[in-house]
């Protein structure tokens, strides 16, 4: 990631609190993009009226470019969570979507074997693994999917 600056020439009236995510400090761009998304656009036109030169286009770069950084913030966590829910009940069982129904019971039973408390396993272990199991299978019986 980058470290595009804050443009340090506008007031700042949030204190200098972080965004929820942590990501990065909130600034005058924060506060005004904020202020925009609330205003009407007869508040937004008058606004824009009383400024002058390039100030007005000054502020809209400014706004587009933290809108640009939200995006891909909002981007890079819904990938994320992509991510991380496709990874879910199939990883537990260390087979692939497709696996067939009898491989995801030999992969299960397998598994069992390795994590049962009663074999020296994790119980919270087993305990995920037997619900990714029920859920695949739960899955599949709604989605009609055999192998």
């Given at each position: 990631?980058?470290?595009?600056?804050?443009?340090?020439?506008?007031?700042?009236?949030?204190?200098g609190s972080g965004d929820a995510l942590g990501?990065?400090?909130?600034?005058?761009?924060?506060?005004?993009?904020?202020?925009?998304?609330?205003?009407?656009?007869?508040?937004?036109?008058?606004?824009?009226?009383?400024?002058?030169?390039?100030?007005?286009?000054?502020?809209?770069?400014?706004?587009?470019?933290?809108?640009?950084?939200?995006?891909?913030?909002?981007?890079?966590?819904?990938?994320?969570?992509?991510?991380?829910?496709?990874?879910?009940?199939?990883?537990?069982?260390?087979?692939?979507?497709?696996?067939?129904?009898?491989?995801?019971?030999?992969?299960?039973?397998?598994?069992?074997?390795?994590?049962?408390?009663?074999?020296?396993?994790?119980?919270?272990?087993?305990?995920?693994?037997?619900?990714?199991?029920?859920?695949?299978?739960?899955?599949?019986?709604?989605?009609?999917?055999?192998?």
């Amino acid at each position: 990631g980058g470290g595009g600056g804050e443009s340090g020439g506008g007031e700042s009236g949030d204190g200098g609190s972080g965004d929820a995510l942590g990501l990065w400090p909130l600034g005058a761009a924060d506060s005004m993009v904020a202020s925009e998304v609330k205003s009407s656009d007869a508040d937004l036109l008058a606004a824009a009226e009383g400024l002058r030169g390039g100030r007005l286009d000054a502020l809209n770069a400014e706004v587009a470019s933290r809108i640009a950084v939200w995006s891909r913030a909002k981007e890079l966590l819904e990938s994320q969570l992509e991510a991380m829910e496709s990874v879910s009940a199939y990883a537990v069982l260390g087979v692939s979507p497709d696996a067939s129904d009898k491989a995801l019971a030999a992969a299960y039973r397998e598994a069992a074997r390795r994590t049962h408390p009663d074999r020296g396993g994790d119980k919270a272990a087993f305990q995920r693994l037997q619900d990714a199991y029920s859920d695949i299978t739960a899955a599949r019986k709604g989605a009609g999917k055999g192998g």
